[in-house]
């Protein structure tokens, strides 16, 4: 059994894509636009089809923004994040962002997938119910 066939690479590849480049945007414009990097994370994890994926999705599509803020495109570290601890820490604060941020993605898509069942079910039996009344009429 193969575990990378359900696995979504095209979606990680995009959202690590969309989240550097909100990254490179907010220091080259201005800075309101690195929260938006999040959105590249929950497209890696949308695109997934269970929410283990996802996290894993999100986690994964996190690493350009730990390359770009060790690189100084998110400003100067001082004091604590200078030590070797305090990079290491940064990075895990980076990568469980991201696998938040991936789980909601994958969840969201769950939700909408039910959402999306319910209302087909609700559909057809209003259909069912028209026809039964129309044929009672004649």
């Not at 979606?11 to 590249?40: K, R």
């Not at 283990?52 to 599509?61: F, H, P, R």
């Amino acid at each position: 059994m193969n575990k990378f066939t359900d696995f979504n690479f095209k979606a990680l590849v995009f959202g690590a894509a969309i989240a550097g480049a909100f990254i490179l945007f907010g220091w080259q414009i201005s800075d309101w636009l690195y929260p938006f990097a999040s959105i590249g994370l929950l497209y890696a994890g949308y695109g997934q089809n269970d929410w283990k994926a996802g996290t894993l999705s999100g986690a994964i599509a996190s690493t350009p923004i730990i390359v770009l803020t060790f690189q100084g495109y998110m400003g100067q570290f001082d004091g604590f994040f200078l030590t070797q601890n305090g990079i290491i820490a940064l990075a895990a604060m980076i990568f469980i962002i991201g696998a938040f941020v991936g789980f909601v993605g994958a969840w969201t898509k769950r939700s909408r997938i039910k959402a999306l069942e319910e209302q087909e079910k609700r559909q057809k039996i209003g259909k069912n119910k028209n026809k039964k009344k129309n044929k009672n009429k004649k």
